[in-house]
């Protein structure tokens, strides 16, 4: 299925932002190139400094942010105090919910393709009253699409947070708190239903229950797999990520998920109207995060930290 994204509605843009101007820069600059930027209400939410020696590089997003323009309009947020990534996002994606039955997310690191806008909101369109699909994800990493397979899209049962997007009603379903964790956490078949998203997500919710962690975005992960409900990624890559770097709050200096990103020239995309995702895509999804892969991975980025 494709339409014409100039006659249908398009949700807001959400921008979450903290200390580094650099690649905040080149979000907003890959985001402007999108055709519906122009026609989009943008939101950006700028965290408070953690530590004095922040300051500096916080007021300087907060400048950059000023004088952002290409949107229908901005509305910017400056937090006086630290309240970190999680919090940040579940606060402003639930402020701008309040308005919006749906909202595009990015965080200051993404580049976007020049049509991802028209990608997220597409499928935002598109599966609106289709609530077996959680959220849409504007990364992809880069598997091999199937033989014969038409679609510019396919789903897996496993979030993503890079580039992305929700509905109010979807995200109004979620227990931040994971109320439920005690039970979750002695119920083996549970878990192993869980972990069909992926082997790391029984223990990063534990760790994220524990403390050790501060996550929304597998708290988002649990609340989907509860609903049993899917996310759609693109065939293509819509995202790349460029924030592995010394700043970064949750990644450091290799990147092991870099992608193809599309080249953005295509602007209508064919999307699958049975949502069951498909045995070459969840292979190769589970195969990249399998415990081996993943261990292969932390040896690379450990080798280059060293280096």
């Given at each position: 299925?494709?339409?014409n994204?100039?006659?249908?509605?398009?949700?807001?843009?959400?921008?979450?932002?903290?200390?580094r101007?650099?690649?905040l820069?080149?979000?907003?600059?890959?985001?402007?190139?999108?055709?519906?930027a122009?026609?989009?209400?943008?939101?950006?939410?700028?965290d408070?400094?953690?530590?004095?020696?922040?300051v500096?590089?916080?007021n300087?997003?907060?400048?950059?942010?000023?004088?952002?323009?290409?949107?229908k309009?901005?509305?910017r947020?400056?937090?006086?105090?630290?309240?970190?990534?999680?919090?940040?996002?579940?606060?402003?994606?639930s402020?701008?919910?309040?308005?919006?039955?749906?909202?595009i997310?990015?965080?200051?690191?993404?580049?976007?393709?020049h049509n991802?806008?028209?990608?997220?909101?597409?499928?935002?369109?598109?599966?609106s009253?289709?609530?077996?699909?959680?959220?849409?994800?504007g990364?992809?990493?880069?598997?091999?699409k199937p033989d014969?397979?038409?679609f510019?899209?396919?789903?897996?049962?496993r979030?993503?947070?890079?580039?992305?997007?929700?509905?109010?009603?979807?995200?109004?379903?979620?227990?931040?708190?994971?109320?439920d964790?005690?039970i979750?956490?002695?119920?083996?078949?549970?878990?192993?239903?869980?972990?069909?998203?992926?082997?790391d997500?029984?223990?990063m919710?534990r760790?994220?229950?524990?403390?050790?962690?501060n996550?929304?975005?597998?708290r988002?992960?649990?609340?989907?797999?509860?609903?049993?409900?899917?996310t759609?990624?693109?065939?293509?890559?819509k995202?790349?990520?460029?924030?592995?770097?010394?700043d970064?709050?949750?990644?450091?200096v290799?990147?092991?998920?870099?992608?193809m990103?599309?080249?953005g020239?295509?602007?209508?995309?064919?999307?699958?109207?049975?949502?069951?995702?498909?045995?070459?895509?969840?292979?190769?999804?589970?195969?990249?995060y399998?415990?081996?892969?993943?261990v292969?991975?932390?040896?690379?980025?450990?080798a280059?930290?060293?280096m």
């Amino acid at each position: 299925m494709h339409c014409n994204m100039e006659n249908l509605p398009l949700s807001p843009i959400i921008l979450f932002a903290y200390k580094r101007a650099d690649t905040l820069a080149k979000t907003i600059e890959a985001l402007q190139h999108n055709s519906l930027a122009i026609k989009s209400n943008l939101y950006v939410f700028v965290d408070g400094p953690k530590r004095p020696n922040d300051v500096s590089k916080v007021n300087e997003v907060r400048l950059l942010v000023d004088n952002i323009s290409g949107f229908k309009s901005v509305e910017r947020y400056y937090s006086e105090a630290n309240i970190g990534l999680a919090d940040s996002v579940i606060r402003g994606v639930s402020q701008v919910l309040k308005i919006y039955q749906s909202v595009i997310v990015l965080e200051d690191d993404l580049i976007p393709s020049h049509n991802f806008l028209d990608f997220m909101n597409q499928c935002l369109n598109n599966y609106s009253n289709n609530k077996q699909i959680f959220s849409i994800s504007g990364y992809s990493m880069p598997f091999k699409k199937p033989d014969g397979y038409q679609f510019d899209a396919f789903t897996f049962p496993r979030t993503g947070s890079w580039g992305w997007a929700t509905w109010a009603d979807r995200w109004q379903l979620a227990d931040w708190q994971v109320s439920d964790y005690n039970i979750f956490k002695t119920d083996k078949e549970a878990q192993r239903r869980f972990n069909e998203g992926g082997s790391d997500r029984t223990r990063m919710l534990r760790h994220q229950q524990q403390g050790t962690i501060n996550s929304w975005a597998i708290r988002w992960c649990y609340n989907q797999f509860k609903q049993g409900g899917y996310t759609i990624y693109p065939t293509e890559s819509k995202i790349q990520n460029i924030g592995f770097s010394e700043d970064s709050t949750h990644t450091n200096v290799y990147n092991r998920y870099k992608t193809m990103l599309d080249n953005g020239e295509r602007r209508t995309f064919e999307l699958p109207s049975v949502v069951t995702p498909i045995e070459a895509y969840k292979r190769q999804f589970r195969m990249q995060y399998s415990i081996p892969i993943r261990v292969f991975n932390r040896l690379k980025t450990y080798a280059g930290l060293r280096m």
